[in-house]
C-alpha cells in the first residue's frame, strides 16, 4: 500500500525530508504524498521514515492504494531506473 497523510497533518515538514523517493510535498494545508512516487521505503529502510517522524501519528496506510512487497521493490527498482 502507498501512504497517505490525513488532515490531522500540522504542516511541520518532518516527513518530507525523510522521504528517500521525494514523494512527499507540501499541500494547501495539509502535506500530500504522491502514490505512484511512494514506496513505504521499501528498497531504503525498514520502515516508513515519514511515519517514524510524523510527531502527531497522521501518516497511514492509504486503503486505496494497495500493493504488495513485490510491487512496492519493483516500484522503488523503477524509481531508481529513472534517476
Do not use: H, W
Amino acid at each position: 500500500m502507498s501512504l497517505m497523510i490525513t488532515d490531522e497533518c500540522i504542516a511541520c515538514d518532518a516527513c518530507r525530508e525523510e522521504c528517500p523517493n521525494e514523494a512527499i510535498e507540501e499541500g494547501d494545508p495539509i502535506y500530500i504524498i504522491d502514490s505512484d512516487m511512494c514506496t513505504e521505503c521499501v528498497g531504503s529502510f525498514d520502515e516508513p521514515q515519514c511515519i517514524e517522524v510524523c510527531p502527531v501519528d497522521c501518516i497511514v496506510l492509504d486503503p486505496d492504494n494497495q500493493e504488495t512487497m513485490e510491487e512496492l521493490q519493483f516500484k522503488f527498482d523503477q524509481l531508481e531506473k529513472e534517476e
